[in-house]
C-alpha cells in the first residue's frame, strides 16, 4: 500500500501476505484495516484507496494530493 511518510514523501508499504478469494472481500478487507488502524491511532484516519495499475501507469500522479484527487470515488 502506498503511503505518506512523515517528510511528505509517497512510500510503499508491503504487507506479508495477502488471500485474495474475490475481489470484494480484499476491498472489504482493506476498508476494516483502515477502520481498525483509524480506532488505534488516535487523531489520524485512514482511507482505503485502490488504484489499478493500467491507470496508475495513465495518470501518474506526483504527489499524494495528486493520487486522492485522481483516483477518489
Known amino acids: 500500500m502506498d503511503y505518506v ?3 511528505g ?3 510503499k508499504y508491503y504487507s ?3 488471500v485474495r478469494r ?3 472481500e480484499i476491498w472489504e478487507r482493506l476498508q476494516q484495516w ?3 488502524a483509524s480506532a488505534i491511532d488516535s487523531g489520524r484516519h485512514y482511507r482505503p484507496l485502490f488504484v489499478r495499475e493500467e491507470a496508475w501507469d495513465k495518470f501518474h500522479p506526483s504527489t499524494f494530493k495528486d493520487a486522492i484527487a485522481s483516483f477518489s470515488a
Do not use: E, L
Open 9 to 11: 514523501d509517497i512510500s
Open 16 to 18: 506479508d501476505f495477502i
Open 34 to 36: 483502515c477502520a481498525d
Open 5 to 7: 511518510k512523515a517528510d
Open 22 to 24: 474475490t475481489g470484494g
